[in-house]
């Protein structure tokens, strides 16, 4: 008989939808839908009560450093700015090793272009092997010297496509380590030059008509000190 129930079709039972009068309240809430809102409810109630019972059981004379290093700012603690946490003596240590760090990173792109470069054979240069071709007369030179040149000429060798891409490949990251050295260049010069001007000594910045060859970069002259 179970068999039979299952083989007679059911009519499908929907959700009862929101009544027209009431179509301004939005959809109605499901069972399920209770549930969850529900759920959420009760715990932001435990929450609350634990908070409640943390303050009814704090002790008055508790006390911890980040009460006095911190401040409320629209309900939210933050600890306050630090003013002068190192000394000059400090920030010139740390100052010295971000310079070496960054040093030391363009000497190394340096020696990866060089060795870059010298394994890319350059298309455009002449060939390094050259050989001296001696011709009877005029005619036969200009024959040697065509010879030569399809031999040379880059365009007529069929290269495979992988070698290519691989060399073009190459020369991208050649150009983009370029850029890369020229960037940790530029950043050594002004950081060397940030840490010579927080030393001792009285300087002052030059004119643009005191300069001999302006550039745009900032020019320093330091006041000669007599040594005791």
């Not at 059911?10 to 969850?36: C, M, N, T, W």
Request: with cysteine.
């Amino acid at each position: 008989m179970s068999s039979l129930r299952n083989a007679v079709p059911r009519p499908a039972h929907k959700e009862r939808s929101q009544p027209q009068a009431r179509k301004r309240f939005g959809l109605l809430e499901k069972h399920k839908d209770y549930v969850i809102r529900a759920k959420a409810y009760h715990q932001k109630e435990d929450i609350k009560k634990k908070l409640k019972q943390k303050a009814a059981f704090k002790n008055p004379d508790e006390f911890y450093f980040k009460m006095i290093n911190s401040k409320t700012v629209d309900g939210v603690h933050r600890p306050k700015e630090e003013i002068n946490k190192y000394s000059a003596e400090e920030l010139m240590i740390m100052k010295t090793q971000d310079i070496g760090y960054v040093f030391q990173k363009w000497q190394s792109e340096k020696n990866k272009i060089e060795k870059l470069t010298a394994s890319l054979q350059c298309t455009e240069e002449q060939p390094s092997r050259r050989h001296v071709y001696f011709a009877e007369d005029r005619e036969e030179a200009r024959e040697l010297e065509l010879q030569a040149k399809s031999k040379t000429d880059i365009s007529a060798v069929q290269i495979p496509k992988d070698i290519k891409k691989k060399m073009e490949r190459s020369y991208r990251d050649l150009e983009a380590r370029k850029s890369r050295a020229k960037d940790l260049e530029k950043l050594y010069m002004d950081m060397s030059m940030q840490k010579e001007l927080q030393k001792k000594g009285r300087k002052r910045k030059l004119r643009e008509d005191e300069i001999l060859n302006p550039n745009g970069k900032p020019v320093y002259k330091w006041k000669a000190d007599r040594k005791r």
